[in-house]
């Protein structure tokens, strides 16, 4: 029954699925670790974790750290972190999403099926969004996109979202560039 987490600046890893299914878990705190990456499933399905606050040292989230992380409804993702992983924040209760402008990387699936999705903010820094990666974000109303030259995206990436539902935020004078993208 274990409902709270806070590491010691003397933790420098979390194993390949470590508090998996840890159900009762609440609030994770790993600010004052000095954690660079989180092993793969480490959190998974801890559907109950409505806070988690990740470390300033932290470069990148592994494949479905925080999948079905179901109450999960906000998250800062620090200013260090380069990739976000394939499934990372999978079915999680995000209801908007800052990409941190360290972040290149937003992965397969990295967001799919986030039901309360409103917002998604993409910096420039971000250089590839992997296949599937907002999948069935039914409720995505903005996706704001700091990026001059559109990416070369597959239109998986939002699969399940009628778009036309969408306001796409461009930078000022890339407008023409994004109508003709393909």
Sequence with gaps: NLSSINFTSSISAIGYMAFRN?????????SATI?????GY???????????????????IGDNVFHY???????NIPNTVKSIGTRAFAYSGLTSIDIPSSVTLIDNYAFE??????????????????????????????????????????TSVFQGRNLSLVTLSVPVGSDSAYSTAS
Excluded: W
Aim: one cysteine or more; aromatic letters at 8%.
């Design 22 to 30: 840890c159900t009762s878990l609440l609030s994770i705190d790993l």
């Design 35 to 39: 954690l660079t990456e989180i092993g």
């Design 113 to 154: 099926v986030c039901r309360g999705m409103k917002t998604v903010n993409v910096p420039s820094s971000v250089t590839s969004i992997g296949d599937y990666a907002f999948y069935g974000n039914y409720t995505l109303e903005a996706f704001n996109i700091d990026i001059q030259v559109p990416l070369a995206i597959t």
């Design 42 to 60: 480490a959190f998974l399905r801890c559907e109950n974790t409505v806070s988690i606050i990740l470390p300033n040292t932290l470069e990148s």
């Design 69 to 75: 992380c179901e109450s999960l409804t906000q998250i």
